[in-house]
């Protein structure tokens, strides 16, 4: 089968987004009066969203936040992340390059990802990427997040794509979990934020280099 529809998974994915969002994260602990953090405290909840951080933060740096008081933290995140957003974040390597050959080979693209639409979109603008795709869907979006599979196919359907024909390519078991749902195949990276290999987790294919991943396109 010659795939024409590849999705993408946004952070672990495309993007090393993890120090703005390890620095978003401390900027909440801080404000209520808790340790920094590192990268390896959440490394593995960013596929999770933003809430997942902020509860990993809290739970190693003392007292686990308590859930009524979540939206304000999450809001404090938001405006943080929001104005810092590509600080430190870049695409990771040959990800320009796939992605112009993705496009000069016609193939539809987008992006669903469990970080909200609108700072995705900010993201993607910010490092000149969001000419490359077609959609761009969040867990806002449509109000379910994956790894269920309405995001994704919300996506193939906003670019016009065919979901028969579809590829997802990510990082984690969330994106693993949502190819399954939605009944198409996974590329998975090896350098992105999961805890666990793409191989134990059933990737379908598996992308060590965006330079060296022309294999996904020919399935």
Same mark, same amino acid.
Do not use: W
């Given at each position: ?5 590849? !999705?993408?998974?946004? #952070? ?23 340790? +920094? !953090? ?24 003392? =007292? ?14 938001? #405006?943080?992340? +929001? ?10 390597? /040959? ?5 112009? =050959?993705?496009?000069?080979? /016609?193939?539809?693209? /987008? ?8 700072? +995705? ?6 490092? #000149?990427? +969001? ?14 997040? =994956? ?23 990510? #990082?984690? =078991? ?17 350098? /992105? ?27």
């Amino acid at each position: 089968m010659q795939i024409n529809t590849i !999705i993408f998974d946004l #952070d672990g994915t495309l993007v090393h987004t993890a120090p703005d969002l390890l620095r978003a994260t401390n900027h909440v602990l801080g404000l209520n009066g808790r340790a +920094s !953090i590192g990268l390896d405290d959440i490394l593995d909840t960013v596929s999770f969203g933003a809430k997942s951080m902020i509860r990993r933060g809290f739970k190693v740096t003392g =007292k686990a936040v308590r859930e009524d008081e979540m939206d304000g933290l999450f809001a404090g995140f938001l #405006d943080y992340y +929001s104005a810092n957003i590509a600080v430190d974040s870049q695409p990771f390597d /040959g990800v320009v390059a796939f992605l112009e =050959k993705c496009r000069n080979g /016609g193939l539809a693209a /987008g992006v669903c990802t469990n970080k909200l639409e609108a700072l +995705s979109v900010r993201l993607l603008d910010a490092l #000149d990427l +969001s000419k490359y795709f077609d959609a761009v869907v969040g867990p806002d979006t449509i109000g379910i997040a =994956k790894p269920d599979a309405a995001p994704y196919l919300e996506c193939v359907r906003r670019i016009g794509g065919d979901v028969s024909r579809s590829l997802m390519v990510g #990082d984690s =078991k969330t994106d693993v979990l949502t190819a399954r749902a939605a009944g198409v195949p996974v590329a998975g990276v090896t350098f /992105g934020y999961s805890g666990e290999t793409m191989a134990e987790l059933g990737a379908d294919f598996i992308i060590s280099s965006y330079r060296d991943a022309d294999h996904i396109l020919n399935y």
